[in-house]
Structure formats: structure tokens, C-alpha cells
Nanobody, 120 residues
Framework: QVQLMESGGGLVQAGGSLRLSCVAS????????MGWYRRAPGKQRELVAT???????NLVDFAKDRFTISRDNDKKMVYLQMNSLKPEDTAVYYC???????????????WGQGTQVTET
């Protein structure tokens, strides 16, 4: 069974930094795009950043100057470095990965359980 597990969330003071990590586990062929989404209280889930298997990144406007997405393909991990955090960054952050199953070689979207980031 393929799973994604996030870590690194928590409480952070205004202007502080956090680094989120996400690891993919299980048996699968390969990982294509990986990324991060978030859901703030009372709002819909929104895209934060994505990164391709080749390292091409895409960050939405609110993240471009403060967040950095990276990945380690050997470790099957994706990271989100968040700096200069603001109250509006308080949300549950979800890891995303497009993973090809061994059974049929098809890529499927996978999501982690989420990690809470709260700016105090």
C-alpha cells in the first residue's frame, strides 16, 4: 500500500520558519509530480507548490517569495521550507504525489493525512 506521511508542522511565531517533510512509502514504480496543498480554517484546499521529478518547481503567488519546495528522489521525499510565516499561513498542509503502481503502471494521486501549521 502506498502512503504519504508528513512531518514538521507545529506552532511558530510571527515571522518564523518551518520545514515540512513528506515521505512516500510502500511498493511502487515511480513518482512523478509531488507537491503541497493547504486548507485554512473555513476555506477550501488550495495549491501551495509543486515540483516535477526533474526538479522543475511551481509556487503560487503567496508562496513565491517566502516558500521553497524541494525533493530528494532517492529518499522519496518532498520538502517545503516556509519562511516569514504570516497568520494567514495557518492551515493544515497536505503532501501530494503522483505515483505509478506496480500492478498496472498507472499514475494515481496520493495524499497524506496532513500536518497542522499554526502561526501564533
Amino acid at each position: 500500500q502506498v502512503q504519504l506521511m508528513e512531518s514538521g508542522g507545529g506552532l511558530v511565531q510571527a515571522g518564523g520558519s518551518l520545514r515540512l517533510s513528506c515521505v512516500a512509502s510502500g511498493t511502487f514504480l515511480s513518482i512523478n509530480d509531488m507537491g503541497w496543498y493547504r486548507r485554512a480554517p473555513g476555506k477550501q484546499r488550495e495549491l501551495v507548490a509543486t515540483i516535477s521529478s526533474g526538479g522543475d518547481t511551481n509556487l503560487v503567488d503567496f508562496a513565491k517569495d517566502r516558500f521553497t519546495i524541494s525533493r530528494d528522489n532517492d529518499k522519496k521525499m518532498v520538502y517545503l521550507q516556509m519562511n516569514s510565516l504570516k497568520p494567514e499561513d495557518t492551515a493544515v498542509y497536505y503532501c501530494y504525489a503522483d505515483i505509478a503502481w506496480i500492478q498496472d503502471y498507472r499514475f494515481r494521486a496520493h495524499w497524506g493525512q496532513g500536518t497542522q501549521v499554526t502561526e501564533t
